[in-house]
């Protein structure tokens, strides 16, 4: 179908593209994938005719149309509405100068987010992110015969990401998709098309497919490099030792030559380097993290009208450990929320933060704190003075801030590199309770997996929002879903809520109960997020060693739990060692009413240790028999 041949272009002094040769065939899936920088977007701007390349040339067939989806656009539909813009057809008028039929883009629309209220209302009066969700609309109502999508998820919701994976896979056409949405890649594309060194290499297959694969090079390239480097050692070795004996001087020479026509097998590109982060260990925190109760939140719009977010919400809870994902439609309120659990937005209703609790906060516009005018390092040590050059630039490099990388001005630095930098920060800050908005925006695969293991790693508790549903399903052992005013909880990860929502969705049944007085319907959905409430109360207020319904727990809750539990033993065992001194003092022997009580005491320590262990062995031998 289209046709690239011996693309040669540079950015900024460097190469992106070195005789680049790629077809993309027909009905195929393609996802393209590289590290921030390889110049994805430019191929795609060059493939629509958008920017000349410095040498070589694109083939596309005239008949053939191409919906293209920039990351940036400037959407020029004046004064049209949602509805009208997304029925515009192209750019001239349409492909067929008519309007797409109403109940067609209707039905993309809704797909993609919108409510039937806001189809009237003018596209110039909506944010960046909901113009960008039209002209996605507009192009697949379209249906082009391919579609070219740079990174189209960054401005949907979850909801409506899963939509548009629906969509695109039983589209008809052929896909070219820049996307670093790992369960998007794995379940919509059938090639991967890498963009790495100037050059693509196709992989048939998911991204799951195409990392296995990646792995499976890797290691070759890194068997042959060891295998090529023992032979030169080899033959280094024989022309030291026989260099100045004259009956070895023949094969000497040999070896030589030899040597001259080795060429080093080249490195691992830096992508493939195996980074790790530590956390500074921050302090530990008390059981509530914080807690949030009959809270509402409103907002006067610029008519005057009120913009309800929240209105009478019950009481939220943060436990220590507890990694939680704040989830839901655009528009609903996630950003609100986690602004006013981090303390920068008010509303109407009771909070506060627990004992020992110091909260980071990464905002969605965290980048616009850095200073532009400060190169990489200078911003870093400035926040940290107290880390040794040799401290900064490893956890620098564990951000993959190379030695290069350290010295660029903020102000020239990609997006990505921004939301590196900005995370990196907040993650070292020693706060025991982060809450992070969009974390994973603008990170490629390298930087959320970065991201991910430090995360994974931390100690402490966090809130976050995320659009990656790999990143959060890999994270999260609870989800807030905030949806019509209102916060459900659900315990596990966003896969097992996803399930249940689905299920729920399906199986819907309505029951009646009778409370006050006053007749009540509640759904079976309800029912359960009660049900699974009463349980995650009741484990934290009793501990898992006085439920007698534990084994109801999560894999992650009994883990959790048993941590806990290995905490109180260690302190009951401490507390045991102390009392048993106690008791062997003569001064307490002295003291016969004293010496009474303390038997007592330790009679019931002795008790209450030795159920712990009990539950402990219980909870261990459960959890390996169901979980391992």
Same mark, same amino acid.
């Given at each position: 179908?289209?046709?690239?041949?011996?693309?040669?272009?540079?950015?900024?002094?460097?190469?992106?593209?070195?005789?680049?040769?790629?077809?993309?065939?027909?009905?195929?899936?393609?996802?393209?994938?590289?590290?921030?920088?390889?110049?994805?977007?430019?191929?795609?701007?060059?493939?629509?005719?958008?920017?000349?390349?410095?040498?070589?040339?694109?083939?596309?067939?005239?008949?053939?149309?191409?919906?293209?989806?920039?990351?940036?656009?400037?959407?020029?539909?004046?004064?049209?509405?949602?509805?009208?813009?997304?029925?515009?057809?192209?750019?001239?008028?349409?492909?067929?100068?008519?309007?797409?039929?109403?109940?067609?883009?209707?039905?993309?629309?809704?797909?993609?987010?919108?409510?039937?209220?806001?189809?009237?209302?003018?596209?110039?009066?909506?944010?960046?992110?909901?113009?960008?969700?039209?002209?996605?609309?507009?192009?697949?109502?379209?249906?082009?015969?391919?579609?070219?999508?740079?990174?189209?998820?960054?401005?949907?919701?979850?909801?409506?990401?899963?939509?548009?994976?629906?969509?695109?896979?039983?589209?008809?056409?052929?896909?070219?998709?820049?996307?670093?949405?790992?369960?998007?890649?794995?379940?919509?594309?059938?090639?991967?098309?890498?963009?790495?060194?100037?050059?693509?290499?196709?992989?048939?297959?998911?991204?799951?497919?195409?990392?296995?694969?990646?792995?499976?090079?890797?290691?070759?390239?890194?068997?042959?490099?060891?295998?090529?480097?023992?032979?030169?050692?080899?033959?280094?070795?024989?022309?030291?030792?026989?260099?100045?004996?004259?009956?070895?001087?023949?094969?000497?020479?040999?070896?030589?030559?030899?040597?001259?026509?080795?060429?080093?097998?080249?490195?691992?590109?830096?992508?493939?380097?195996?980074?790790?982060?530590?956390?500074?260990?921050?302090?530990?925190?008390?059981?509530?993290?914080?807690?949030?109760?009959?809270?509402?939140?409103?907002?006067?719009?610029?008519?005057?009208?009120?913009?309800?977010?929240?209105?009478?919400?019950?009481?939220?809870?943060?436990?220590?450990?507890?990694?939680?994902?704040?989830?839901?439609?655009?528009?609903?309120?996630?950003?609100?929320?986690?602004?006013?659990?981090?303390?920068?937005?008010?509303?109407?209703?009771?909070?506060?933060?627990?004992?020992?609790?110091?909260?980071?906060?990464?905002?969605?516009?965290?980048?616009?704190?850095?200073?532009?005018?400060?190169?990489?390092? #200078?911003? &870093? +040590? %400035?926040? =940290?003075?107290? $880390?040794?050059?040799?401290?900064? @630039?490893?956890?620098?490099?564990?951000?993959? /801030?190379?030695?290069?990388?350290?010295?660029?001005?903020?102000?020239?630095?990609?997006?990505?590199?921004?939301?590196?930098?900005?995370?990196?920060?907040?993650?070292?800050?020693?706060?025991?309770?982060?809450?992070?908005?969009?974390?994973?925006?603008?990170?490629?695969?390298?930087?959320?997996?970065?991201?991910?293991?430090?995360?994974?790693?931390?100690?402490?508790?966090?809130?976050?929002?995320?659009?990656?549903?790999?990143?959060?399903?890999?994270?999260?052992?609870?989800?807030?879903?905030?949806?019509?005013?209102?916060? #459900?909880? &659900? +315990? %596990?990860? =966003?896969?097992? $809520?996803?399930?249940?929502?689905? @299920?729920?969705?399906?199986?819907?049944?309505? /029951?009646?109960?009778?409370?006050?007085?006053?007749?009540?319907?509640?759904?079976?959905?309800?029912?359960?997020?009660?049900?699974?409430?009463?349980?995650?109360?009741?484990?934290?207020?009793?501990?898992?060693?006085?439920?007698?319904?534990?084994?109801?727990?999560?894999?992650?809750?009994?883990?959790?739990?048993?941590?806990?539990?290995?905490?109180?033993?260690?302190?009951?065992?401490?507390?045991?060692?102390?009392?048993?001194?106690?008791?062997?003092?003569?001064?307490?022997?002295?003291?016969?009413?004293?010496?009474?009580?303390?038997?007592?005491?330790?009679?019931?320590?002795?008790?209450?240790?030795?159920?712990?262990?009990?539950?402990?062995?219980?909870?261990?031998?459960?959890?390996?028999?169901?979980?391992?």
């Amino acid at each position: 179908m289209i046709s690239l041949s011996g693309i040669c272009h540079s950015f900024l002094g460097k190469n992106l593209f070195l005789d680049l040769e790629w077809g993309i065939k027909k009905g195929r899936k393609y996802g393209l994938v590289g590290p921030n920088g390889s110049g994805k977007t430019t191929l795609l701007e060059i493939v629509m005719g958008l920017m000349e390349p410095e040498k070589g040339g694109v083939s596309v067939p005239g008949a053939l149309t191409v919906g293209y989806l920039p990351q940036i656009m400037d959407l020029g539909t004046g004064d049209l509405t949602v509805l009208s813009a997304a029925r515009a057809g192209d750019s001239d008028g349409g492909e067929d100068g008519s309007e797409k039929p109403v109940h067609e883009a209707e039905k993309i629309l809704f797909g993609l987010g919108f409510t039937g209220e806001q189809l009237p209302h003018k596209v110039s009066s909506l944010s960046g992110g909901w113009k960008m969700r039209v002209e996605l609309a507009r192009i697949l109502l379209l249906e082009p015969q391919i579609l070219l999508l740079d990174e189209p998820t960054n401005h949907l919701d979850i909801k409506s990401i899963e939509w548009l994976e629906g969509y695109l896979g039983s589209y008809r056409g052929t896909v070219v998709l820049v996307s670093h949405d790992k369960y998007l890649l794995d379940r919509m594309v059938d090639t991967i098309a890498e963009l790495e060194g100037g050059a693509i290499r196709e992989f048939r297959g998911d991204y799951s497919s195409y990392l296995e694969r990646k792995e499976q090079i890797a290691a070759v390239a890194e068997a042959t490099a060891k295998n090529q480097e023992r032979k030169l050692r080899a033959q280094r070795r024989f022309i030291e030792r026989f260099r100045y004996k004259a009956s070895k001087a023949r094969q000497v020479q040999s070896r030589i030559k030899m040597l001259e026509k080795m060429e080093p097998e080249a490195p691992l590109p830096e992508t493939r380097r195996t980074l790790e982060f530590d956390f500074p260990v921050p302090e530990r925190a008390g059981r509530v993290v914080y807690e949030i109760s009959n809270f509402s939140k409103e907002y006067k719009t610029s008519a005057g009208t009120r913009n309800i977010v929240f209105q009478d919400c019950p009481a939220l809870r943060v436990e220590r450990g507890d990694r939680i994902a704040v989830t839901g439609r655009n528009g609903e309120g996630k950003t609100t929320l986690c602004k006013m659990v981090a303390g920068v937005e008010n509303f109407s209703g009771k909070s506060r933060l627990g004992h020992n609790v110091t909260l980071g906060y990464y905002a969605q516009n965290q980048d616009e704190m850095l200073n532009p005018k400060n190169t990489v390092y #200078e911003e &870093f +040590i %400035g926040a =940290y003075p107290l $880390f040794s050059q040799t401290e900064a @630039r490893t956890l620098l490099g564990s951000f993959l /801030f190379g030695a290069s990388d350290i010295t660029k001005k903020v102000s020239v630095l990609s997006g990505g590199e921004k939301s590196r930098l900005s995370l990196l920060k907040i993650l070292v800050s020693r706060s025991n309770f982060l809450v992070l908005d969009e974390p994973t925006n603008h990170l490629d695969m390298a930087s959320r997996e970065v991201l991910l293991r430090a995360l994974e790693e931390y100690s402490g508790t966090f809130l976050l929002i995320s659009h990656d549903r790999y990143f959060i399903d890999s994270l999260v052992e609870r989800i807030w879903y905030v949806e019509g005013g209102g916060v #459900e909880t &659900f +315990i %596990g990860n =966003y896969s097992e $809520f996803l399930e249940r929502k689905t @299920r729920d969705s399906d199986n819907e049944q309505v /029951f009646t109960e009778v409370q006050d007085d006053e007749p009540k319907k509640k759904t079976v959905k309800a029912l359960e997020a009660e049900r699974r409430n009463r349980l995650y109360r009741e484990l934290q207020e009793k501990g898992i060693e006085n439920m007698e319904n534990w084994t109801l727990l999560s894999k992650r809750q009994m883990e959790n739990a048993l941590s806990d539990l290995e905490s109180r033993i260690s302190e009951c065992e401490t507390e045991k060692e102390e009392m048993e001194k106690l008791l062997a003092s003569p001064q307490t022997l002295a003291q016969d009413a004293d010496w009474e009580e303390k038997t007592r005491q330790f009679g019931e320590l002795e008790a209450r240790l030795s159920a712990l262990y009990g539950r402990w062995d219980e909870v261990n031998e459960y959890m390996r028999k169901n979980f391992s």
